[in-house]
T-cell receptor, first 115, second 113 residues
Framework: DAGVIQSPRHEVTEMGQEVTLRCKPI?????LFWYRQTMMRGLELLIY????????DSGMPEDRFSAKMPNASFSTLKIQPSEPRDSAVYFC?????????????FGSGTRLTVV | GENVEQHPSTLSVQEGDSAVIKCTYS??????FPWYKQELGKRPQLIID?????GEKKDQRIAVTLNKTAKHFSLHITETQPEDSAVYFC????????????FGKGTSLLVTP
């Protein structure tokens, strides 16, 4: 298995532009999580899905952020419009609810820079 | 919501010494406590975890202890090596949240030869 795949690895965009981050979870995993990592705030949970349904989006910073999971193998995190304070590394992770191992696998992350 | 505090934020030890990182959590319903290691520019990697029905777990040079009453848990690394240098994160989660993780702020461990 290729693991959790995120794209792009790096994104540089200008303030005000729309940014879309993509994630392909591990096949068979029914939970998908989006995290954001910054020096100041550490690793923060933004939103998670179970069976493609958003369960908890209380971590989404504001209405500029939205996430979707149209099918079991794909999720997007969109920021519109982007702002410099959105600069961070965004990680996607997935896990299987059927696995006795509660730990999950992170993708390689997308480093977003908004200038 | 769950609040996880982690200390110290930085830790420097000499090769061969032990390192201890401590975390506290606020929600008594939390029942799963993993530890992640993150090297510079890399993704967090699970190194060990413990469930609330267990007080201690060991895997070679790494051990984790959990005190449910006091709501704190610790990571112990013995015989440290330079390749143990990284940022370590503790986390706590609750079963009915899909095991979404609430992370501590991290500990930057430096092991000097």
């Amino acid at each position: 298995d290729a693991g959790v795949i995120q794209s792009p690895r790096h994104e540089v965009t200008e303030m005000g532009q729309e940014v879309t981050l993509r994630c392909k979870p591990i096949s068979g995993h029914d939970y998908l999580f989006w995290y954001r990592q910054t020096m100041m705030r550490g690793l923060e949970l933004l939103i998670y899905f179970n069976n493609n349904v958003p369960i908890d989006d209380s971590g989404m910073p504001e209405d500029r952020f939205s996430a979707k999971m149209p099918n079991a193998s794909f999720s997007t995190l969109k920021i519109q419009p982007s702002e410099p304070r959105d600069s961070a590394v965004y990680f996607c992770a997935s896990r299987s609810g059927q696995s006795p191992n509660y730990g999950y696998t992170f993708g390689s992350g997308t480093r977003l820079t908004v200038v | 919501g769950e609040n996880v505090e982690q200390h110290p934020s930085t830790l420097s030890v000499q090769e061969g010494d032990s390192a201890v990182i401590k975390c506290t959590y606020s929600d008594s319903a939390s029942n799963y406590f993993p530890w992640y290691k993150q090297e510079l520019g890399k993704r967090p990697q699970l190194i060990i975890d413990i469930r609330s029905n267990v007080g201690e777990k060991k895997d070679q040079r790494i051990a984790v202890t959990l005190n449910k009453t006091a709501k704190h848990f610790s990571l112990h690394i013995t015989e440290t090596q330079p390749e143990d240098s990284a940022v370590y994160f503790c986390a706590a989660s609750i079963a009915n949240s899909g095991y979404a993780l609430n992370f501590g702020k991290g500990t930057s461990l430096l092991v000097t030869p």
